[in-house]
């Protein structure tokens, strides 16, 4: 019977491809790695370089595919990994890293790290070795189609108090429509205000749209596992509400990793092309704003800025419609000094957020985004991920930081709403 490390080790030999192995072949050991990342420059500890969090995978790739790593291996000269070894690369793979791709961005050889930290995740999974934490997230997601476990019920709830709240009727399981919204579960249990705010900017634009009872859920929690099964399961279900509701376009909400999902790697991960179209809610609202559809009075005056979650405008390329929308209803729209594809990220996504054990380093590295918006004097910070959105609250409140944190959908649909009042 194969023990739970052979299956690590096995998968990680599985997962190491042309890519992988050309990363590691060509990494030169410059370090620039470690500069870009952010749990590296707040703890000085050269254990968290990125390349260095995948050197079981390098050690493996080393032995099982080069002449010169057999010939290491055979003389003596090169260790195999070991149990104790997988064990301690959790804390480096899931528990310091949110999968921000700085590291990726910088490598001078064109080194994709977090494409290899995504494997290394996998085949710390295959080994058990998952954080508990993400494993249930997957099972609660697989279970109940929510991240957070809840029924259909409570996003029934909420509708219906966003209804109540807009006196606009909204679509569940609606064909035909043009868009198919989803939302992740922070934003339907923590940060549920977006829902009346959406009903209201798409009433304005004449945009019809649903929600789906099958197919909500945004998130993705296959994703940060290193789940492809998992991952793939969760796309599948949207794919699938999608075709039985006729839908062409399908909205992700804000929620960087629930973008990366559904847009970019999904018809990679369930093997064939979509029928229809991805766009982040932000590139919808911007393309309302270029038709007309969405106006408003320039401007308030109140000091705001930016902070660029990094899945959805370092990985997924969404960096300008934000600019455009922020510009439309601010005269004080203040930019971080490092931003778009440069952002520091906010210490809590690829699932570190959900990790217990991560708490204490998370705290630490948010010393970095405290200063970038410490900098800047103001009084809001807005963002476009519900993940972001937690970690920069969680942070300004530990800190003492006298700022507030938006999402861009509500601050839009606030700035629509004074016009209307007035
Ligand atoms: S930046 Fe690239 S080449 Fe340099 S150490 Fe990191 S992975 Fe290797
Ligand atoms: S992806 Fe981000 S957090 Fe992870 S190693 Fe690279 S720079 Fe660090």
């Known amino acids: ?11 990680l030999k599985r997962v190491i491809d042309a890519p992988i ?21 707040e ?42 070894e997988l064990e301690d690369t ?14 990726s961005m910088v490598c ?22 998952g954080p508990k934490e993400l494993r249930a997230a997957a099972v609660r997601t697989l279970e109940t189609g929510s991240v957070m476990g809840f029924p259909m019920k409570t996003l029934e709830a909420q509708v219906r108090a966003a209804e109540e709240e807009t006196g606009i009727k909204i679509n569940i399981d609606e ?18 205000e977006i829902i009346a705010a959406l009903a209201q900017i798409f009433q304005e634009a004449k945009v019809t749209w649903t929600l789906s009872s099958t197919a909500h859920e945004a998130g993705n929690p296959g994703m940060h596992l290193g789940s492809s099964e998992i991952e793939a ?33 999904g018809p990679n991960v369930i093997g064939r092309p979509y029928p229809f179209k991805v766009y982040h809610i932000i590139e919808v609202l911007d393309k309302l704003r270029e038709e007309g559809r969405m106006n408003t009075e320039c401007c308030d005056a109140e000091r705001i800025t930016f902070h660029d979650p990094c899945q959805a405008a370092r990985r997924g390329g969404v960096n300008e419609p934000q600019r455009n929308l922020l510009n439309m209803v601010s005269s004080n729209f203040i930019e971080m000094e490092d931003r778009k594809a440069c952002n520091w990220c906010c210490g809590g996504g690829g699932g570190v957020n959900s990790i217990e054990k991560s708490e204490p380093l998370m705290d630490k590295v948010f010393h970095r985004k405290r200063a970038q918006i410490e900098m800047l004097d103001v009084t809001t910070v807005v963002t476009m991920c519900a993940t972001c959105r937690n970690a ?31």
């Not at 959790?90 to 590291?103: K, N, P």
Request: net charge neutral; aromatic share 8%; with cysteine.
């Open 43 to 84: 703890t000085g500890d050269a254990k968290y370089t990125p390349i260095r969090r995948v050197e079981p995978m390098r050690r493996i790739w080393e032995q099982e595919y080069t002449a010169v790593g057999k010939l290491k291996k055979l003389i003596g000269l090169s260790k195999t990994v070991t149990e104790q």
């Open 175 to 192: 064909p035909n429509v043009d868009y198919l919204l989803l939302l992740s579960s922070a934003e339907v249990m923590q940060f549920n």
């Open 233 to 265: 399961a969760m796309i599948n279900k949207i794919v699938e509400a999608a075709e039985e509701l006729n839908i062409k376009n399908v909205i992700s909400p804000e929620c960087g990793h629930a973008y990366m999902a559904i847009r970019w790697e």
């Open 21 to 41: 192995a050309s990363y590691f072949s060509s990494c030169t050991r410059c370090g620039l790695c470690a500069q870009a990342c952010v749990f590296y420059t």
């Open 392 to 422: 920069l609250e969680e942070g300004a409140e530990k800190n003492g930081m006298d700022i507030r944190v938006m999402g861009l959908t509500e601050v839009l649909a606030n700035r629509l709403l004074k016009e209307k009042k007035s």
């Open 1 to 11: 019977m194969t023990t739970s490390f052979e299956q690590g080790i096995n998968t």
């Open 108 to 129: 001078p050889v064109g080194n994709d790290i977090v494409y290899m930290i995504r494997r290394m995740r996998e085949g710390l999974t295959a080994a058990g070795l």
């Open 90 to 103: 959790v804390e480096l793979a899931f528990e310091s890293c949110t999968t921000c791709g700085r590291c």
